[in-house]
């Protein structure tokens, strides 16, 4: 097992392993016990009761973060024709057919969210060996296989704080919900909208206990525990 630093081992200090915290509790602490030297990221991590093996019991789905991200969001889209001028003017940093994905089969993977119009599918899909295991793949699942028309209302989600969220093969969820040097009280808004979309997405194939446990914890500092019961309430 790794060893954490001197910093990491005075921030772990302030931090009770035999308790669980409130979410206002837990962001607050999340923040004193943040020690890097740049803007660390706030992290929710979600221990499922779901069968990752299981086809319907896949979780999956978007959450629109009010507060956004704290980040400048690289947008990519997939799109030919007047689809291309609508990207554009709706604000994506990239927006081509062919050019761009032979961009990215040479290795260029200099963005953060992709879509594609639908038409454009059957051309993007030959890099999905590429762009699935990143978590960049378009997907009709996850809102990013857009008809022109709407492009320009998600690519304003994705400028705003729209975060993307699946289940990986261990049954957990991981996702950002801010920076550090947010307000405590915007990223508490940020993690109500996040418990908002999970519960939400529960599959109809999931039996028992949807939402195990819940943490908190900062890109560098330590896991905090999360009061189930008030984690889930925040979802109304």
């Known amino acids: 097992m790794a ?18 915290y409130l979410p206002e509790e837990a962001i607050e602490l999340a923040k004193k016990t943040s020690y890097a030297r740049f803007d660390e990221t706030v992290e929710l991590h979600l221990r499922m009761g779901v069968n990752p093996r299981s086809a319907d019991q896949q979780v999956r789905g978007v959450a629109l973060l009010p507060n956004g991200l704290g980040k400048k969001v690289r947008i990519l889209v997939f799109a030919q024709g007047e689809a291309i001028k609508l990207a554009k003017e709706a604000g994506a940093d990239y927006a081509a057919a062919d050019e761009l994905i032979k961009q990215i089969e040479s290795g260029w993977l200099d ?5 594609a119009t639908p038409d454009m599918m059957p051309r993007v899909a030959k890099l999905g060996r590429i762009l699935g295991r990143r978590g960049l793949m378009p997907n ?3 809102g990013t296989v857009v008809p022109p028309q709407d492009l320009p209302r998600v690519i304003g989600e994705a400028r705003k704080g729209r975060v993307e969220f699946r289940l990986d093969r261990t049954a957990i969820i991981h996702l950002p919900i ?41 890109s560098m500092g330590p896991g905090l525990k999360l009061d189930l019961k008030s984690a889930l309430a925040l979802a109304g």
């Open 178 to 218: 801010g920076k550090v040097s947010f307000d405590s009280d915007k990223l508490l808004e940020n993690l109500r909208a996040v418990m908002e979309a999970i519960v939400k997405a529960r599959p109809s194939g999931v039996k028992g206990q949807y939402i195990k446990s819940v943490s908190l914890s900062t």
């Open 140 to 142: 009709p699942k996850s």
């Open 3 to 20: 060893k954490h630093g001197k910093r990491y081992q005075e921030a772990s200090k302030l931090v009770d392993r035999s308790r669980v």
């Open 111 to 115: 963005f953060d969210v992709s879509m």
